[in-house]
């Protein structure tokens, strides 16, 4: 997020020939947020124009798949595809984000537990899960506990090692200031090593949970047509693109704000110098 | 305050005029086949700023981390008061040369950090931390993060956490190093101030020779790898004049010179 505002303000700043684009850029300057609304309403204005060409019959414009999207949520289908979607997503993600990082805080606290733990995520990490995801389905059928396991074998994977190398990359000098004060093992690990090694384990958290938004609609797609994709595989198979259209953007953007709540999160709780960089 | 602070110099132990707070004994460091440390046998007076010179990798910080019990010794033993200690304690605290702050916490947090491990309610903290603060000169200062300060302003941070536990060593590894020249001096005047308000023993590691001879009341000189003292120093120099003045009495240009020539032959 922080390097598309930078990428706005070097572009802005080099196209500010006359005073009017001075004073433009200026004021995008002091507002970042405009950059948002300005590579927002390019990328809008794009789709439409793609849309009204068009480029593909199945390619609908951006008016029209905002208006289908509308008529979704009046009629109750796509809130309820996000009632059975999300069930599985927060429960998947919570139990790997829980899981992932006492694991990997674990692992990282200690040689054996290393040795013993680290292999088996290195592998599943390296397996191509999406090949797996269908097997889950021999074991757990079709229900919530399916999906759930498909969000958490994407999720947990990188939660883990993340968190791992996280805490094995802490600043050895805080750990031994720490210690100089006299500060006892648990004040250790909860006072210097978690604060330090959040911002890698919190990478690690939202690459899990963007992994765990594709093992939800993996699932969706592959095993248990139910929730938002369903939605998707419904509207494509009636031809309703622009349905469907607002299916997918609707599912990228819950997945952009989720990550987005989650960095003020950290700033906010863990990491307050963030906020005033 | 600092006349009634004066007879609390020495505390219950019985005072002799060299009474030693810290003493080495016959310390030997390993680090795997390399060899730090050889044999080191030394004492550091009660109020006096002892400072460890050498050459980089001669081992001076190692010396300084197994008195401050954060590295185990092969063998030897490290008295503090009088009794043995094996890991950290109260009556330490040590000022690190990458300062070793929290950026994710305040200066406030930080200077106060060795209190909040001891379990001192906040209100106690604040009050302690404040006074620190201001002495080392960061009042106004305290709700930055370390990232918003100088280099120079970051040490006074470690500086100032160290004092705030009210060690009776303070343990200090180059602790300028990462500061440039003209603030150099500065720190070395504001140290010598410190020293003199807070009455307590300073040991303090440098590798540059004026910066020790302007500082010390005692000057150990380690030889290279492996780490041995080679000589030991007490500079006399008038301490009452102005830091001008000493850097151009004849006393403290002839104990660099001294020192320049007992370094000498490692250099070659
Ligand atoms: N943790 C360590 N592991 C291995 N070797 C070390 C370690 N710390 C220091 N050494 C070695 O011990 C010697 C002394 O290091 P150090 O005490 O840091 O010297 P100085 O502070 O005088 O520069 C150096 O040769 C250094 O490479
Ligand atoms: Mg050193």
Redesign the interface.
């Known amino acids: 997020m922080t390097s598309s505002v930078k990428l706005g303000n070097a572009t802005g700043a080099h196209e500010a020939p006359v005073n009017v684009g001075q004073a433009l850029s200026r004021m995008f300057d002091s507002k970042p947020f405009l950059w948002t609304i300005a590579s927002l309403t390019l990328l809008f204005g794009a789709w439409e124009i793609a849309g009204l060409i068009p480029i593909s019959i199945a390619f609908p414009t951006f008016s029209s798949t905002l208006v289908a999207f509308a008529q979704m949520v009046v009629d109750g289908s796509m809130v309820y595809a996000y009632f059975l979607t999300l069930q599985p997503l927060l429960l998947g993600v919570a139990v790997s984000a829980a899981l992932g990082i006492s694991l990997g805080i674990f692992m990282g606290l200690s040689r054996k537990a290393e040795w013993l733990i680290a292999p088996v995520f290195i592998v599943l990490q390296a397996a191509p899960m999406a090949a797996l995801v269908p097997l889950v389905t021999f074991v757990y059928g079709i229900g919530l506990t399916a999906k759930t396991l498909a969000v958490i074998m994407l999720a947990l994977p990188v939660i883990v090692l993340n968190s791992y190398k996280a805490v094995r990359h802490v ?1 050895p ?2 750990v ?9 093992r648990l ?1 250790q690990i909860v ?2 090593i978690i ?2 090694a959040s911002p890698v384990m919190f990478a690690g958290l939202r690459l899990g949970i963007a992994a765990g938004f594709i093992g939800v609609m993996l699932a969706e797609l592959l095993i248990t047509p139910t929730g938002v994709g369903d939605l998707i595989t419904y509207h494509r198979s009636v031809a309703n693109y622009a349905h469907m259209y607002a299916a997918v953007a609707s599912i990228i953007v819950v997945s952009t704000v989720s990550l987005a709540g989650l960095q003020s999160f950290e700033a906010r709780f ?4 963030k906020r ?2 | 305050m600092q006349l009634s602070a004066i007879p609390a110099v020495q505390p219950s132990a019985p005072v002799t005029s060299n009474d030693p707070v810290v003493q080495v004994r016959s310390i030997c460091k390993t680090y795997g086949d390399i060899e730090a440390l050889r044999n080191i046998d030394l004492e550091f007076s009660r109020g006096k700023l002892t400072t460890l010179l050498g050459p980089s990798g001669c081992g001076k910080t190692t010396l300084l ?1 197994i008195i ?3 590295v185990p010794a092969n063998s030897g033993e490290i008295r503090v008061n009088g009794r043995a200690v094996t ?4 009556e ?3 000022v ?1 040369q ?1 300062f ?1 702050l ?3 916490a305040t200066v406030m947090r930080n200077v106060a ?2 209190l ?3 379990g001192v309610n906040a209100a106690e903290r604040k009050r302690v931390a404040t006074r620190y603060i201001e002495e080392v000169g960061l009042a106004g200062f305290e709700e930055k ?4 300060l100088s280099g120079g302003m970051r040490q006074r941070v470690g500086i100032a956490r160290a004092f705030a ?1 009210n060690a009776d060593v303070l343990l200090l590894d180059e602790p300028f190093s990462a500061v440039d020249e003209q603030n150099r001096r500065k720190f070395q005047e504001d140290l010598l101030r410190l020293v003199d308000l807070e009455k307590k023993t300073f040991i303090f590691v440098t590798h540059s020779i004026e910066e020790a001879v302007y500082v010390s009341d005692r000057i150990v000189l380690l030889s290279p790898r492996p780490g041995r003292i080679s000589q030991v120093i007490d500079p006399k120099i008038d301490r009452s004049a102005s830091p001008d003045d000493i850097r151009r009495d004849p006393g403290y240009l002839d104990t660099v010179e001294e020192i320049w020539d007992g370094l000498r032959h490692y250099v070659d």
């Open positions: 600043n000098s805080l031994d200031m720490c210690r100089s004060f006299q500060g006892t004040q006072k210097i604060p330090d863990l990491r307050p110098e005033k960089r | 981390k401050a019990g954060l890991g950290p304690g109260p330490r605290a040590f690190f990458d070793a929290m950026p994710w950090f060795g909040e491990l001891r993060y370390p990232h918003e536990v």
